[in-house]
T-cell receptor, first 110, second 114 residues
Framework: GQNIDQPTEMTATEGAIVQINCTYQ??????LFWYQQHAGEAPTFLSY????GLEEKGRFSSFLSRSKGYSYLLLKELQMKDSASYLC???????????FGDGTTLTVKP | DAGVTQSPTHLIKTRGQQVTLRCSPK?????VSWYQQALGQGPQFIFQ???????QRGNFPDRFSGHQFPNYSSELNVNALWLGDSALYLC?????????????FGSGTRLTVV
């Protein structure tokens, strides 16, 4: 079976750094994805990790440790527009099913 | 470059009725996946279509069925609607051999069953 855990809510201040953690237990692991979903909108792809380590993409970075079943999304220089839900998803087979966590709602305050 | 298009955007149906949701994938994508997202939860995988065949299926009853057409567009059909089927239905397109690119999601169809 699949089990993905991430905090329900987080709050951070504009300009700060925030780390959103995700732990997973899964079979057939084929990569970990992060998506951003603003309220009432569709999720948008942020990052993909399949090997251990850090992937940096602008203000966003994502880390993976396969042995620990752990990932985090790091958001730097937070902006108000970063207020959204962040979904951690595990890919099970190549381009196949992804299993999503319930998302972490991030609120950025002035 | 058009993204993923879903129709309709909103739908209200009565318990027991049937519904068909439609999806046109992003140009160049060949794979369509359907997800159900209840309020406050993550998307739940329904099934995936590739080359007009159901490639994978999640834990959803047979009341949920789908189809993919030669132009890669797809339909999701739900029969004998339950109140619990009320949710946002998301269509996600991708390339079968580019899993690392993730999904491109449509804006979804908000289904309300009364």
């Amino acid at each position: 079976g699949q089990n993905i855990d991430q905090p329900t809510e987080m709050t951070a201040t504009e300009g700060a750094i925030v780390q959103i953690n995700c732990t997973y237990q899964t079979s057939g692991f084929n990569g970990l994805f992060w998506y951003q979903q603003h309220a009432g909108e569709a999720p948008t792809f942020l990052s993909y990790n399949v090997l251990d380590g850090l992937e940096e993409k602008g203000r966003f970075s994502s880390f993976l440790s396969r042995s620990k079943g752990y990932s985090y999304l790091l958001l730097k220089e937070l902006q108000m527009k970063d207020s959204a839900s962040y979904l951690c998803a595990v890919g099970n087979t190549n381009a196949g099913k992804s299993t999503f966590g319930d998302g972490t709602t991030l609120t950025v305050k002035p | 470059d058009a993204g993923v298009t879903q129709s309709p955007t909103h739908l209200i149906k009565t318990r027991g009725q049937q519904v068909t949701l439609r999806c046109s994938p992003k140009s160049g994508h060949d794979t369509v996946s359907w997800y159900q997202q209840a309020l406050g939860q993550g998307p739940q995988f329904i099934f995936q279509y590739y080359e007009e065949e159901e490639r994978q299926r999640g834990n959803f009853p047979d009341r949920f069925s789908g189809h993919q057409f030669p132009n890669y567009s797809s339909e999701l059909n739900v029969n004998a609607l339950w109140l619990g089927d009320s949710a946002l239905y998301l269509c996600a397109s991708s390339l079968v051999d580019r899993g690392r690119d993730g999904y491109t999601f449509g804006s979804g169809t908000r289904l309300t069953v009364v």
